[in-house]
C-alpha cells in the first residue's frame, strides 16, 4: 500500500538511429520445430535455474519501497550461454540450421531473457515461447525477433513469457550460422507476477484488498478519456533490466520527423549502460470502461502485452527536475498507432492539467486535476518554491497516481507535456487534500544542467528554432494510414438499445467493429441491437478498424430502464432493497429552503451495497456530493448545508445484497445564521509527517468573518512537537498552535482567527505537522463556526 511519497518509476534509453527502423515484435509466429521432424523437446539440452531465496527477495523489495525505488517483479539471474557451448544444433532442413535449449526456473510467473550480445544474420530468427505450446496453440505467446533487431548496441531483452519453462529456438541459413552471435547472461524470474507487483503498491483501502491497483481510477475507455484519444495513445508501460517496471510518453520535436524520443523520471535510473535493455509495451489498456470505485475497477482488466518493442539509447537527464530522456531503437510498428506529445516549455501555471499513466503498472488510467497547477519544489505545497516542479491536484474520487506512474506525463489543459512523473501522497485512501502530485517541469529540464547531456533544448528543438511550444504528431501523419473515426448513436427503450455505428475513415474504409457494452457481453455487427438484464448506465465501448489495420474507439453512457424513479418522504423508510453486484437504484427527496440535518441513511439487511449523493442530478460513480464506501450496508451521507431543491440518492451494488433499508431526513425551521461545521474522523499523526483534516462548506454566500471561532481536539503526547494551521479554501494558512507547550499532552482549545479574506464555501482544512520523533498521536475531532 502507498501510504507516502514515493517515485513511480519510469525508464528510458537513447542513441544513435539506425539507418533502417528495426521491429521487434514481429507478426503473430510459429515456431520453426513445429513444422518438422526433429528430436522432441525432452532430447533437447534444459537448462535448470537456481532457486531464487523468496525470503531474502521480500525482504529487499521491503527496503526498495521505503527507498521509493522502481517496483520489481523479476530476479535476475546471471547465466553466461551461447549456442557455441550449450543447447542442441539439428538440420531443419537442406539450407537451413536450428537451435534450440530449454530453460526453466521453477515457480516463476513468466520468465524474460536478456542477450548482451544479438547479431542475427539476415533471414535468421529468434523464437521465445512456452515449452507447453502445441502446434494449434495460441502464436501471441510466440516471442519473434530477426535481423531487424540488430541494433548499435548488439543487445535484445525479450518481454515476459508466461511460465516457468520456456525454450529459446534459433534458425539461421546454414551457410551463415558462423555469422550468429547470441549470448544470453540474464534469465529473470517473474516471482511476484505484475498484479501482484501491482496490489502491493495500490494504496487501496479494506474494500479494495488484494486488487491490482485503486478502484478509484478510472480507464482511458471511460468518457473522461474522449478528449484526449491522441494522447492516450502516446502512453506505456515498460521494463528495465528485465525486473523493474514505470511509465513514459512519446515526444514530438521541431523537426516533426518522428524520433522516437521517449520522456520518464530520472529517479527510475535509467542511463547509457541500461537503456539498452527497455522493453516498452504499448496499448496495454482495458477494452472498456470499468465503473470508477467497482470491484472491476480495482482488479486486472483485458489488456494484453502482444505490442512491444526493446531497446533505446541514452540521450539526457536532469535530477533536479527529474526527468530522463531516451530514443528507441527504432520507430513503434504502424500497428501501435502511437501519438508523438506536443510540449510546452514556458515557464507559468496552467488553469488545468491532466495525467496519463499504468498505476501500479497495470492497464492505463487518466487522472483529471481539480482546478489550476502550481509551481512548487518537489514534495512541497510552498508556492513557487525552488520552481523546479509543478504540482498537480486530483479531483476527489476518480483518480490518483501510484507506484509504476512514474514518469508519466501531465498534459496542460492545451494537451501539451509539461512535466513527468516525480513523486506524491496521492492514492486511493489519501484524504482529498492529499491528492496531489509533483512533476518535473518542462520548462526546467529544457536548459536542464547546460550540456547537451542534461537537458532537453537540443532534442526537441533541434533546429534552435526558439519555440516556446509544439503541438503533437499522430504516427499516421506523413502519407501514412489515418486511423479512423469511431463514433456511433442509439436509441433506449426500456431495457434494449438499438445502436447504429456512425464511423468513417478518411483515407480507407471500416474492416472491423468491436462494441463492449458494458456488461461484459460484446458484439462484432454494424449496427447491434442489446437487451441489458437491469436498469442502470453503462459505458458502451465502439472500437473500429480500419482497412490499413488502424483503429479507434469511443466510449459513450448508456442509461436504460428508469433511472431516476422513486421519491423519498422525510423520514420514512424505504425497506427491502436488493440488487446485483454492480446494479444501480435511484431516488430522489426534495428539500425546502431552511432545512437542516440532512442526512441519508442505508441500513440493515446483508450483501454489501454502497450510497451516493448527488444535489440537481443524478450521481454516477465518478460524480457525487457524497459517497461513504463502507464494507456493508451501513452507511451515511450528512449534509453540512442543505440547499433547496433536489437531492438525489443512488444504491449500487459492491456485491449482491437484500433487506436493505433507505432513509432520507431532514429538520425545517432555522437555517440561516451562525452554523458549526465539524469533523469527528480520526486522522492518524505519525512522527515527522503532515496530516489533513477537512470540512467542506456549501450553501453559504459571502465571505468568512473576522472573528470566526475554530475548535480543535488533538491527543499527542508532547504538544511542542506539533505545528496546527487551518487553511482557507484560497490555500493561506492561518496558524492556532506552533510547537509551544513543551512537554505537555494534547492540545484542546478554542481559538478566535480573522478569516474575512476567505469565502465561506469551499474546503477548509486543519491541518497537523509532527516535527520529531519519538511521540504520536491524532486528530480527535475539530470545527469550525461561522
Known sequence: MKTQFRFATLCFGVGMALAVPAYASEAADSPAAFAASLRPLAQVEQQLMPAVDL??????????????????????????????????????????????????????????LGFTRYHMPEGGHLRVYPAGLRSDGDRSL????????????????????????IVVEVTVPTEKRAALQLELAKVNHDYRGFNRVAAELSGAGPKDAGDVSGSCNVDVMCPEGDPYRDQIRSVAVYSTGGSTFCTGSLLNNTAQDKKPYF???????????????????????NSYCRPVGSAASGQAGDG?????????????????SDFTLVELDETPSAAANVYFNGWDRRSQNFPSAFGIH???????????????????????????????????????????????????????????????????????????????????????????????????????????????????????????????????????????????????????????????????????????????AASGTYNVVLTVTDNGGASSSVTKAVTVGSVPGNVLSNGVPVNGISGAANNEQTWTLVVPAGASNLKFVTSGGTGDADLYVKFGS???TASYDCRPYLGGNAETCT????????????????????????????????????????????????DNATVDSPITVSGRSGNAPS????????????????????????????????????????????????LSSETLNGTWTLRVNDNAGGDTGKIDSWSVTF
Open 55 to 112: 525470503a531474502a527477495l521480500t525482504r529487499e523489495d521491503a527496503t526498495r519501497r521505503a527507498r521509493d525505488l522502481p517496483p520489481r517483479f523479476a530476479a535476475p539471474i546471471d547465466v553466461a550461454i551461447t549456442p557455441e557451448k550449450s543447447g542442441t544444433w539439428e538440420t531443419l532442413d537442406a539450407q537451413t540450421s536450428i537451435w534450440r535449449l530449454r530453460i526453466s526456473s521453477p515457480g516463476a510467473y513468466s520468465l524474460n
Open 142 to 165: 510466440v516471442r519473434s525477433f530477426s535481423a531487424r533487431d540488430n541494433a548499435e548496441h548488439g543487445q535484445l531483452w525479450t518481454p515476459v513469457v508466461a511460465g516457468d519453462d
Open 263 to 285: 520522456l520518464t523520471a530520472n529517479h527510475c535510473g535509467i542511463n547509457s549502460s541500461t537503456a539498452a535493455s527497455l522493453v516498452v509495451y504499448w496499448n496495454f489498456q
Open 304 to 320: 494484453t502485452t502482444n505490442q512491444f518493442q526493446t531497446g533505446a539509447f541514452f540521450r539526457a537527464s536532469y535530477a533536479a
Open 358 to 532: 499504468h498505476p501500479a503498472t497495470a492497464e492505463k488510467r487518466i487522472s483529471l486535476a481539480n482546478g489550476a497547477t502550481a509551481t512548487t519544489s518537489y514534495n512541497s505545497t510552498a508556492e513557487p518554491g525552488d520552481g523546479t516542479h509543478v504540482q498537480a491536484r486530483w479531483r476527489p474520487g476518480i483518480g490518483v497516481t501510484e507506484g509504476g506512474s512514474s514518469g508519466s506525463p501531465l498534459y496542460s489543459n492545451e494537451k501539451r507535456v509539461i512535466g513527468q512523473l516525480h513523486g506524491g501522497p496521492s492514492s486511493c485512501s489519501a484524504t482529498d487534500t492529499n491528492k496531489r502530485d509533483y512533476y518535473g517541469r518542462v520548462s526546467v529540464s529544457w536548459t536542464g544542467g547546460g550540456s547537451n547531456a542534461t537537458r532537453l533544448s537540443n532534442w526537441l528543438d533541434p533546429g534552435n528554432s526558439g519555440a516556446q511550444t509544439l503541438d503533437g504528431l499522430t504516427s499516421g501523419g506523413g502519407g501514412g494510414n489515418v486511423p479512423p473515426t469511431a463514433n456511433f448513436s442509439f436509441a433506449a427503450n426500456a431495457l434494449t438499445v438499438n445502436f447504429t455505428d456512425g464511423s468513417s475513415d478518411s483515407d480507407g474504409s471500416i474492416a472491423s467493429r468491436s462494441w463492449n457494452f458494458g456488461d461484459s457481453t460484446t458484439s462484432t455487427a454494424a449496427n447491434p441491437s442489446k437487451t441489458y
Open 618 to 620: 443524478a450521481p454516477t
Open 639 to 686: 449534509i453540512a448545508t442543505a440547499q433547496a431543491g433536489t437531492y438525489y440518492v443512488m444504491v449500487r451494488g459492491y456485491s449482491a445484497y437484500s433487506g436493505l433499508s433507505l432513509t432520507g431526513s431532514f429538520t425545517t425551521g432555522g437555517g440561516g445564521g451562525t452554523q458549526t461545521y465539524s469533523n469527528a474522523t480520526d486522522y492518524t499523526i505519525s
Open 707 to 754: 472573528n470566526a471561532s475554530v475548535t480543535v481536539a488533538i491527543v499527542h503526547t508532547y504538544q511542542g512537537d506539533l505545528k496546527v494551521d487551518l487553511v482557507g479554501p484560497s490555500g493561506t494558512l492561518y496558524n492556532i498552535h506552533n510547537r509551544t507547550g513543551g512537554g505537555t499532552d494534547n492540545i484542546n482549545k478554542t481559538v478566535v482567527l480573522n
